[in-house]
C-alpha cells in the first residue's frame, strides 16, 4: 500500500503564505493523481485541489487565483502553494492519492491549517 507524509502546517496571519507538501512511498503501483482534501470541523470534507500524473489540475472555486499545486512525478512529491491566506481556509488538509488500475484512495495523516490574527 502507499504510505504519505505531509508537512508544512501551521499557523499564520490573514494574508500570509504556507507550502504543504505530500511525498507518496511504499507502492509498486502507479500513481495517477495526488492533491488535498481539507475539512473545518463541522463541515464535510472538500476537494481543495488536485494534479493527476500527466498534469491536469483542478481548483476548487474558493482557491482559484491564491492556491497552485505542483507535483514531481519522479519523486511521487506533490506541493500547495497557499498564498493570501484567508480565515476561511482554517482547516485539516489531508493529502490523498489515486493508485493503481482501479484508483484505490489512500489517505494522509492531516496536517493543521490556521488562519488567524
Known amino acids: 500500500q502507499v504510505q504519505l507524509v505531509e508537512s508544512g502546517g501551521g499557523l499564520v496571519q490573514p494574508g500570509g503564505s504556507l507550502r504543504l507538501s505530500c511525498a507518496a512511498s511504499g507502492s509498486s503501483c502507479s500513481i495517477n493523481a495526488m492533491g488535498w482534501y481539507r475539512q473545518a470541523p463541522g463541515k464535510e470534507r472538500e476537494l481543495v485541489a488536485g494534479v493527476s500524473r500527466f498534469g491536469s489540475t483542478n481548483y476548487a472555486d474558493s482557491v482559484k487565483g491564491r492556491f497552485t499545486i505542483s507535483r514531481d512525478n519522479a519523486k511521487n512529491t506533490v506541493y500547495l502553494q497557499m498564498n493570501s491566506l484567508k480565515p476561511e481556509d482554517t482547516a485539516v488538509y489531508y493529502c490523498?492519492?489515486?493508485?493503481?488500475?482501479?484508483?484505490?484512495?489512500?489517505w494522509g495523516q492531516g496536517t493543521q491549517v490556521t488562519v488567524s490574527s
Open positions: 490523498y492519492v489515486l493508485a493503481g488500475g482501479r484508483d484505490f484512495r489512500y
